[in-house]
């Protein structure tokens, strides 16, 4: 299924050197039907400067690496279902709590 895109709009604070913000809006030149392959994208309601919940499900869609080893990112858009973590569950390094979402 090809879509012609109309536009697309980067997190106005996204840092590829550091890897924050790594999100993104992107805008169809033609409507879509909603069905078992395409869905809406919801986000929580904004109620504090943290995710409001732990212990809940959510699915990540991407294409990003699938193995720590890769050398190069799929074609194809991959998705998994993960479980909101705190914060204090991601320790590693790279995690920056006040912009990301620990998941895992």
């Known amino acids: 299924m090809n879509f012609e895109l109309f536009n697309t709009k980067k ?10 913000n790594d999100i993104a809006l992107i805008f ?8 078992n392959y395409i869905q809406l994208a919801c986000l929580p309601p ?3 400067d943290t995710f409001p919940g732990v212990n809940i499900d959510a699915w990540v869609a991407g294409w990003g690496l699938l193995n720590m080893n890769d050398l190069f ?3 194809l ?4 279902k993960l479980s909101i ?4 569950s ?3 390094s790279d995690f920056k709590s ?4 620990c998941a895992g």
């Open 11 to 20: 997190h106005p604070e996204y840092d590829d050197v550091n890897i924050v």
């Open 28 to 35: 169809l030149a033609i409507p879509v039907v909603l069905n």
């Open 46 to 48: 904004h109620i504090s």
């Open 73 to 75: 990112t799929p074609d």
């Open 77 to 80: 858009l991959h998705n998994v």
């Open 85 to 88: 973590l705190p914060n204090s």
């Open 90 to 92: 991601c320790s590693y």
């Open 98 to 101: 006040n912009s990301m979402i």
